[in-house]
């Protein structure tokens, strides 16, 4: 290196290199500054599924009373000349299935046809029911409830005498039976 110390003297950086690099510089001063990526710690996370959970949970709860309180709608305060006919009707009703249980026990199948038809019914008189509470007509739904419970009643009848007229004829065919014998 001694030696050849000269040579190494001879190469030196031009006099412009200050000003290329200074020239960079700048040019990296100016480019727009990339965003850095935020993160999130596990303990914000969290906080924040906590908080949407409690909320929804009270949103549920809220939605829950209030569909609870829907379906105890009283009748006497919409019209009192409905709610005692709808009393009427419905216990009407539930007294004749009681009566074409009883009759009916010696054929389960003609029971469980006529049952089906009443449960359709029923069906009906349940959505109406519970389209009581949010219809902005209450007295009209009250008024289809009470008509579904009459022609319920009016089926019901119907089925008793069908099922009376069938016992009185087996009875009849077995009298007649009897006497031939």
Known sequence: MKNNHDEFDEIEPSADLWGKIEARLTLLEEEPKKREAKTFSLAFVLKVAASVIIVMGIGFGLYIQSQKRAKNVNLAAINPEYAKQQVHYASLVESQLNELKTASKGDPQL??????????????????NNDLATSPNQEDVLRAMIRNLQIQTDVLSQQLNVIEQFNETKNNNKEDEIKNI
């Open 111 to 128: 029971y469980k046809e006529f049952t089906s038809e009443i449960a359709k019914m029923d069906s009906t008189y349940k959505k109406l």
